[in-house]
């Protein structure tokens, strides 16, 4: 009886031990999702500030090539 009993525990580890590994890497995949979103959110603020200051000021931004730079 003692010996059904470790075998369920080990299994029940086991299955335990494996449900974490694969919950632990859903988290980092997340993490990782919600990293970009933050970096891409960030870097889409800068652009709409840039463009309401344009818009206020009447100016070119700051980072616009000058007028007779065109790419061709």
């Known amino acids: 009886m003692n010996e059904d009993r470790l075998a369920r525990l080990e299994e029940t580890l086991f299955f335990q031990d494996r449900l974490l590994n694969d919950l632990n890497s859903a988290l980092t995949g997340q993490q990782k999702q919600l990293d970009a979103l933050e970096r891409g959110l ?15 000021t009447g100016g070119t931004p700051a980072n616009a090539p000058p007028p007779h730079y065109q790419e061709r």
Do not use: F, G, T
């Open 42 to 56: 960030h870097e889409l603020r800068e652009k709409v500030e840039d463009l309401r200051m344009v818009v206020e």
